[in-house]
């Protein structure tokens, strides 16, 4: 899964799905994909990524008291 720094507005591949949706982590170990060579894995906080349309992510994903 790809989603895309907030700052840069490059994409960042996401290795760790399960830490995407666990809301009570505030980062996920990704890399990023911009230019020719692949980035070394590194943490990404969640507050600091999008989806690619520019979506932010949803609150079940980053907010441990969220209610749905």
Do not use: T
């Not at 949706?21 to 505030?26: G, T």
């Amino acid at each position: 899964m790809y989603l895309k720094e907030k700052k840069s507005g490059d994409m960042v591949e996401v290795l760790e799905l399960q830490a995407l949706i666990n809301p009570k982590e505030d980062e996920i170990k990704g890399r990023f994909h911009a230019g020719e060579e692949m980035g070394d894995a590194r943490a990404f906080a969640k507050a600091d990524l999008c989806f690619p349309s520019g979506e932010a992510l949803p609150q079940c994903w980053v907010n441990p008291a969220y209610k749905g």
